[in-house]
């Protein structure tokens, strides 16, 4: 419902700066107005009622997100992502509860914005549990000064967020380091990036070709001596192995094979366990 609003209008464009001015023209709305709008977008679908919504609280986004520029990300991203967020905490907003929307959609405008900075701050993902991500959010703004910890600080770290010294190290690490491209260019280079790969020099110990061959041959052999041996049994037989093995669709039951040849199910129980006997006998030899 909500994504068929013009998200155009609350999309940060390439003059940030305009768009911030027009963002703050908006009127912020009283307690009556904003749920007199909630109400026609729950009950009625209104999408214009879900617009003013919108539009009267990008400044709230916009506030939000200059929380996290210290990520080395566009202000511009952050926003737009903050604004996906407000979007779904409007579509979800219950004006019956008695809080302001403002309140409700805090959390979803920080949630999207915390997916997109994990995303994209580092190509390796840095934070994946609960309490790294918590440490993520918290370690720079508890920080002091510039430098690592130091054991004191560490602890009082570890306190303060709820977690393990030992968590707080492995996060400072990892803020710490920087991505480096995987192949880079020798500087002595002289081939102009042509024929120079640094992963030809990588040993993948874990790789064995010759088992992938051995594994690709067994796989051929077994096939073709499934199906030589499935020429040796009679047809009625062969049938009755592809309905009830072999059909890749779905196992036909017992009754549904009987049927088509108005014999009973026990006798294509019979039938089946003799060619399966025939089948095992061929392949094994």
């Known amino acids: 419902m909500i994504d068929k ?73 952050l926003i737009q992502e903050g604004n996906l967020g407000l979007m779904k905490a409007v579509r979800r907003f219950n004006p019956e509860i008695g809080v302001r929307l403002v309140s409700f959609a805090v959390h979803w405008i920080k949630s999207e914005i915390h997916e997109y900075v994990l995303r994209n701050w580092r190509i390796v993902k840095v934070a994946t549990t609960k309490s790294q991500r918590k440490l993520f959010f918290n370690l720079r703004k508890t920080k002091k000064r510039l430098g690592w910890f130091n054991e004191e600080e560490i602890s009082i770290v570890a306190k303060e967020l709820g977690v393990s010294s030992k968590d707080v190290r492995e996060m400072e690490s990892r803020m710490s380091v920087q991505d480096v491209v995987f192949n880079p260019l020798p500087e002595d280079d ?57 059909d890749k669709d779905k196992k036909n039951t017992l009754q549904n094979i009987a049927s088509n040849y108005g014999i009973s199910a026990e006798r294509v129980r019979q039938l089946e366990k003799n060619a399966m006997k025939k089948l095992k006998i061929a392949i094994e030899s």
Do not use: C
């Not at 010759?210 to 594994?215: D, L, R, W």
């Open 5 to 77: 609003v013009q998200v155009l209008s609350v999309t940060p464009p390439s003059n940030l700066d305009a768009y911030i001015r027009i963002a703050n023209l908006w009127p912020m709305l009283s307690i009556k107005e904003e749920k007199s709008l909630a109400k026609r977008l729950r009950y009625n679908g209104d999408l214009d009622a879900a617009k003013t919504l919108i539009l009267s609280h990008l400044r709230f986004v916009i506030h939000i997100s200059r929380s996290y520029s210290g990520y080395g990300l566009l202000q511009a991203d």
């Open 190 to 246: 002289h081939t102009d990036g042509r024929n120079y790969h640094s992963v030809q020099y990588l040993q993948d110990k874990t790789s064995n070709f010759a088992h992938g061959v051995e594994e690709e041959n067994w796989d051929e052999h077994a096939t073709n001596k499934l199906s030589n041996a499935l020429l040796g049994l009679d047809k009625r037989s062969r049938d009755i192995i592809h309905a009830r093995w072999l």
